[in-house]
């Protein structure tokens, strides 16, 4: 389709740069008759959970990622709640705000205190800084997250810990495939936690993955995702039912397989994202290290709205109305979700990077299979709502104006 440059945006009436919508995200699934042929064979045996192949998924994700144990669990937020209680910890935990909701529940459901600190405004990773101020003596833990698959200062915050003595963890449900100083995310800190959810680039349907180089913690998490029980029915401590389905197993095998394709293409159409976008005044992106690598689980970009001449509200609503669905990744942050607002340690801090970036942030359209083509139509969309931005600035409703 040939896009006229006096086209007017779909918000002022123009026609809308594609006939059906386009989703933020979407799995990309493995090939159908590998996973049939096994899934029959599954139910012939009638062993659904924890067998061989969750057993053969833990060692080919174990190879992949360079770690010595990895541990299958139905959900990255189970594996973050045992990590949590098999260690015993109490008191505070340090976490980033800029994170998904699920970081913030596990250490509640644990019976710990998250404590928000801020994130940096250019990688939108923790910031090590922050976190060292925040750390005090009631300070057991720290959940480092690598978001959108951005690794995190990996490096000072093992130092932070180290000097400190006390834990550290990641929150790595996006960082599967990612790679920090040459080294493939899943061996930092005490253990790192990948998610499997249907959102992520290596989807199990549902579940969850341990990685740890610790022969003890890692006995201990194949212990609690069973209830607690070590095998002799003596419960060694209050576990969970957090066991991998055979058939979440069997996906996970085969997603596997496609991972590095998969990586390959979305840097690609980050790339082209980037090239096509950053010419246009204020809009920019989330900076990854020289020499590490992201998954982009998801492509954000950051609005200036004085710069750009429209709020990032108002973007959103002109980029639904081109039928391209958005979102606001991670809009509101954990620490002002209306369930931690109670907290004591989250009434007072402010985070201005982390309110800086969620009030400007805006998730496009990624995916692994996504086309390079469709991914040029959506930078020529945002590049004709920015042609117009004064004409749309004036239908703003007052919260969509320039004050954000
Ligand atoms: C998806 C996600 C989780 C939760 O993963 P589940 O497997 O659904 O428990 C946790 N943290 C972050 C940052 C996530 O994006």
Not at 41 to 68: C, D, P, W
Request: hydrophobic share 40%.
């Amino acid at each position: 389709m040939q896009i006229m440059k006096s086209d007017k945006p779909a918000l002022l009436g123009g026609t809308p740069i594609f006939d059906e919508t386009i989703p933020i995200t979407k799995p990309t699934i493995p090939p159908l008759s590998p996973l049939v042929k096994s899934y029959k064979k599954v139910l012939q045996t009638g062993l659904l959970t924890n067998g061989s192949h969750v057993r053969s998924f833990e060692l080919a994700a174990q190879q992949y990622l360079g770690v010595k144990h990895v541990i299958a669990l139905n959900s990255c937020t189970t594996g973050l709640m045992l990590l949590i209680k098999t260690l015993g910890l109490r008191g505070k935990v340090i976490v980033p705000s800029f994170s998904f909701r699920a970081t913030g529940h596990a250490v509640v459901w644990s019976g710990c205190e998250p404590v928000f600190v801020d994130c940096d405004k250019a990688t939108f990773n923790i910031d090590p800084d922050a976190v060292e101020r925040a750390v005090s003596s009631e300070t057991s833990c720290i959940i480092g997250v690598h978001v959108f698959g951005n690794p995190a200062n990996v490096k000072r915050l093992e130092q932070i810990t180290k000097k400190k003595k006390i834990r550290l963890f990641f929150d790595a449900a996006h960082g599967f495939g990612s790679i920090a100083q040459g080294h493939k995310i899943g061996k930092f800190g005490d253990a790192e936690v990948f998610s499997l959810s249907p959102t992520k680039l290596l989807t199990a349907g549902e579940g969850g993955l341990v990685a740890t180089n610790d022969a003890e913690l890692a006995e201990q998490i194949r212990t609690g995702r069973n209830y607690g029980n070590s095998g002799n029915y003596e419960h060694d401590f209050v576990g969970l039912s957090a066991r991998m389905s055979e058939f979440n197993a069997l996906l996970g095998v085969e997603s596997l397989k496609i991972l590095e394709f998969n990586i390959e293409n979305r840097n690609r159409l980050a790339t082209l994202y980037r090239k096509r976008l950053s010419s246009l005044p204020g809009i920019t992106f989330q900076s990854i290290a020289s020499g590490d690598r992201s998954t982009y689980k998801d492509l954000s970009i950051v609005i200036d709205p004085e710069q750009f001449g429209l709020s990032r509200n108002l973007l959103n609503r002109a980029l639904t109305a081109e039928r391209i669905e958005t979102r606001n990744y991670f809009d509101p942050p954990i620490h002002r979700q209306k369930v931690y607002k109670d907290l004591r340690e989250c009434r007072e801090p402010l985070l201005p990077n982390t309110t800086w970036l969620s009030t400007r942030i805006v998730s496009l359209p990624l995916y692994s299979h996504l086309m390079a083509d469709v991914v040029e139509k959506i930078c020529e969309a945002v590049n004709r709502i920015h042609r117009f931005h004064r004409e749309i600035s004036v239908i703003g409703k007052p919260d969509e104006g320039l004050s954000v």
